[in-house]
């Protein structure tokens, strides 16, 4: 296991889904834990699986449905408790927490809305960090349930809330930080609480951003993300099983990397530890001795090509007008549209009468639904023509220099000829080269992309 930090400081750990989906699994974080005397704030995802069904049950869905996923959700919490003998109390607030589910469900079923998914969806982090606690104590660990949404508070943009990290700050200090003098704290990741005491969420994948937030509040030395891959890789190793660990990468390059779909960090996750030089490190909890990834200031190499990253599910918004011909202000316009619709825009190419722009997915939210409104396109007919492209995916090559290097264009595309390459972007950002192929390609590309470029 990697041990870069200084001694006597603290540690913040983080445990995905997997990591927390069953008795032998939540065992193995908790050897982790108590592995490392520094850590003392651990943040946890919901047990793997429960987020799906409770999104599906904040769809709203009929009678049978919804019982076969309440059932779900009770069976994975219990198997976990029957083998931990917990104590009456733990079983009662499992027990009232599995009610809230079945009522708030109902309440879907009859009109669903952002706010009651936030607060349907935040009991999976509630429960699986109530199972983690008694995990702890029965191994005579002094350890405490935290309720995050003490201390994360974020606007009110259900299902993709923003953090306000002045009040995280202020809040951790006088609230967080003197829990963890007294016992190993543990604590929900994803989950957050508006201005008005209402829960909120920080979009899919969240609580690798929560690790990260609470560990900057907190001025850690390190982050460290237990996932199910002993670190990052040249790319999904589920795509390519000859990806190989990159054992040390820069902030740029594994932020560049979340960014364009590298699921196994949160978009956002790298900004605090970047803010304050915060060292990241990426392991598998189901192979701790495996080693992992450090992500931090700076690595020995800085290479060409470092990694390949997949989006899939992209949306091309192709926009079409003769008014852009020499005139000024169109895109000034476009834009303007499309900030009011709260969506911002990812990639993006020009002609002289038409835009092509893809939309920002980074923390997609946890509310389902299309970011291309029947509003939004309507506001955009006024203005030009629109077309709308679906199932593309975005492959984007993360390198360094990108831009000012010679043959990469031939080096990319050369190996490319069978496929249809959608659309390009290129010289912007030294640190990549992003294009869009056709849904059904895109593993197949990212395939032939990484034999030629890293095999
Ligand atoms: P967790 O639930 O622990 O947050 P995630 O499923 O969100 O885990 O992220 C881990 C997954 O990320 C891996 O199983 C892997 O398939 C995927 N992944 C995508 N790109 C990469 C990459 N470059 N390196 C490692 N894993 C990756
Ligand atoms: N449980 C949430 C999700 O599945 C947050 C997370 O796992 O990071 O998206
Ligand atoms: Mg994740």
Not at 61 to 84: G, S
Not at 187 to 192: D, L, S
Not at 211 to 229: M, P
């Amino acid at each position: 296991m990697i041990q870069a930090v200084p001694q006597n400081s603290t540690v913040v750990a983080k445990f995905g889904g997997t990591s927390v989906a069953d008795f032998a699994a939540m065992n193995r974080s908790a050897d982790i834990v108590l592995a490392n005397p520094q850590v003392r704030l651990v943040v946890l995802s919901a047990s793997a699986g429960i987020t799906n069904l409770l999104v599906a049950l904040a769809e709203g869905c009929d009678a049978d449905n919804r019982n076969c996923r309440l059932d779900e959700i009770r069976r994975i919490q219990y198997t976990i408790l029957d083998r931990l003998n917990a104590p009456d109390a733990s079983r009662k607030e499992i027990d009232r927490m599995l009610e809230n589910i079945a009522m708030l469900s109902e309440a879907a079923a009859l009109a669903t809305s952002p706010a009651l998914t936030d607060e349907l969806v935040s009991h999976g982090e509630l429960m699986s960090t109530l199972l983690f606690v008694d995990i702890l104590r029965a191994r005579n660990v002094q350890a405490e349930w935290f309720d995050v949404r003490k201390v994360m508070r974020t606007d009110d943009h259900f299902g993709r809330a923003v953090p306000d990290s002045t009040a995280l700050r202020e809040l951790t200090q006088t609230m967080l930080k003197p829990c963890l003098q007294k016992a190993l704290v543990v604590t929900q990741g994803f989950i957050g609480s508006d201005p008005k005491g209402r829960t909120t969420t920080l979009g899919r994948g969240g609580s690798d951003y929560t690790a990260a937030l609470l560990g900057e509040a907190l001025h850690v030395s390190q982050i460290d993300i237990w996932t199910d891959v002993p670190g990052i890789y040249t790319t999904d190793p589920r795509v390519v099983p000859l990806a190989k660990r990159i054992d040390r990468i820069t902030f740029e390059e594994a932020a560049e990397m979340a960014t364009f779909g590298a699921k196994v960090l949160h978009p956002a996750t790298l900004l605090p530890a970047v803010r304050n030089d915060i060292p990241v490190f990426v392991g598998s909890s189901k192979e701790p001795a495996a080693g992992g990834t450090l992500v931090c200031n700076t690595t020995e190499d800085l290479p060409l090509f470092r990694a390949l990253a997949l989006r899939r599910k992209q949306t091309l918004l192709t926009l079409h007008s003769l008014n852009m011909l020499h005139a000024r202000g169109f895109l000034a316009e476009v834009f303007n549209i499309l900030a009011r619709h709260n969506i911002s825009v990812d990639l993006i190419t020009t002609s002289e009468v038409s835009v092509a722009l893809t939309m920002d997915t980074t923390g997609s939210t946890s509310i389902s639904g299309n970011l291309l409104t029947t509003s939004l396109l309507t506001e955009l007919s006024s203005l030009c023509r629109t077309e709308v492209e679906e199932n593309l995916a975005l492959v984007a090559l993360i390198g360094n220099k990108l831009s000012q290097a010679c043959g990469v264009g031939k080096e990319v595309f050369g190996v490319l000829d069978p496929f249809n390459i959608r659309m390009i972007c290129y010289g912007a950002s030294s640190y990549n080269l992003c294009f869009l192929v056709p849904g059904d390609d895109a593993d197949q590309v990212v395939r032939t992309l990484h034999h030629n470029l890293f095999e």
